[in-house]
């Protein structure tokens, strides 16, 4: 099993440019996430779904939208980039499951907005 | 100028020594809470997590102590390897409106573990 797979792992744009970030996990599981990284911070929620067809808003929603049209794929774009979205993104899933708190995380997707 | 949340608190230790990371967290509604390491370049890894109904949990060479009253987390690590050098963060669930968080966490800051041979 590949687990959680990002892609692209890096990315350069342009300000005012817009991109998609693809997560995709083959664990079957109900729940994912998309949170970003900054220097020295821990993670922060940007989006997250609860299953196929279903996104809520996260700690910090504002300049992205997702998607979960099928239920092992999570998307995240960015309509228009801007240089304080420069992070490094990373795409978490978990089963739905009350007595554990662990979620499953992807490598990350390195971002740099010019 | 230095900006707030660009140093992280670090721990260094010698081979073999035990390490203990400390956390703060703030929810006292939150029901899980969970320790990740995080290496170079790569994405979290869960270590343990603890129910906020427990004070103590031990793992394979990591024990994570709970104090609710104080809201204090910690990890202790025995017997520490160079392997163990990482960025270790806590994380706590919150329950939301009607008892359901659906998995999602609050990170802490994160502690720089580094392990000298």
């Known amino acids: 099993n590949a687990g959680v797979t990002q892609t692209p792992k890096f990315r350069v744009l342009k300000t005012g440019q817009s991109m998609t970030l693809l997560c995709a996990q083959d664990?079957?599981?109900?729940?994912m996430y998309w949170y970003r990284q900054d220097p020295g911070m821990g993670l922060r929620l940007i989006h997250y779904?609860?299953?196929?067809?279903?996104?809520a808003k996260g700690e910090v929603p504002d300049g992205y939208n997702v998607s979960r049209l099928k239920k092992q794929n999570f998307l995240l774009g960015l309509e228009s980039a801007a240089p304080s979205q420069t992070s490094v993104y990373f795409c978490?899933?978990?089963?739905?499951?009350?007595?554990?708190?662990?979620?499953?995380f992807g490598e990350g997707s390195r971002l740099t907005v010019l | 100028g230095e900006s707030v949340g660009l140093h992280l608190p670090t721990l260094s230790v010698q081979e073999g020594d035990n390490s203990i990371i400390n956390c703060a967290y703030s929810?006292?509604?939150?029901?899980?809470f969970i320790w990740y390491k995080q290496e170079s370049g790569k994405g979290p890894q869960f270590i343990i997590d603890i129910r906020s109904n427990m004070d103590k949990r031990q793992g394979q060479r990591v024990t994570v102590l709970l104090n609710k009253t104080v809201k204090h987390l910690s990890l202790q690590i025995a017997a520490t390897q160079p392997g163990d050098s990482a960025v270790y963060f806590c994380a706590e669930r919150s329950q939301g409106a009607g008892g359901t968080s659906y998995g999602k966490l609050t990170f802490g800051q994160g502690t720089i573990l580094t392990v000298h041979p």
């Open positions: 664990m079957n599981h109900e729940y």
């Open positions: 779904s609860v299953g196929e067809g279903t996104t």
């Open positions: 978490a899933s978990t089963p739905n499951r009350r007595l554990s708190g662990e979620l499953f």
């Open positions: 929810n006292s509604a939150s029901d899980y």
